[in-house]
């Protein structure tokens, strides 16, 4: 990944590439004294839009595996207090084993009331 560079930019699109954020932040300030007619100016930091759709992808990859390991978490739950079969040590498994969880599907008895 690239680093990402940071620009003051006025409301125009003018940008000013800047050494640091804080740099940025200070130009903004400075031209918004100015020159308020090009204003308001803005501290950006822009990213190479590949990138960007690259980490995107990935933050949907990991909420899609945080709802499954969810789901795992509260079936562990459940099952907890009869865990004569293993089970739970199986959802745990599921939980930090990514090649189990494709292949593991609970299925755990509801248990009857009163038990």
Request: hydrophobic letters at 40%.
């Amino acid at each position: 990944m690239t680093e990402a560079r940071w620009y003051c930019v006025d409301s125009m699109g003018h940008a000013l590439i800047c050494s640091s954020k804080e740099d940025a932040e200070r130009e903004a300030d400075e031209w918004d004294a100015f020159d308020a007619t090009t204003g308001p100016h803005r501290a950006v930091q822009l990213v190479d839009a590949a990138e960007l759709e690259a980490a995107n992808a990935r933050i949907a990859e990991l909420e899609a595996e945080l709802v499954q390991l969810n789901e795992l978490a509260k079936t562990a739950a459940t099952a907890w207090d009869s865990d004569a079969d293993h089970k739970v040590g199986k959802l745990l498994r599921a939980m930090t084993c990514k090649e189990f969880r494709a292949v593991y599907k609970p299925r755990l008895a509801k248990r009857q009331e009163g038990e």
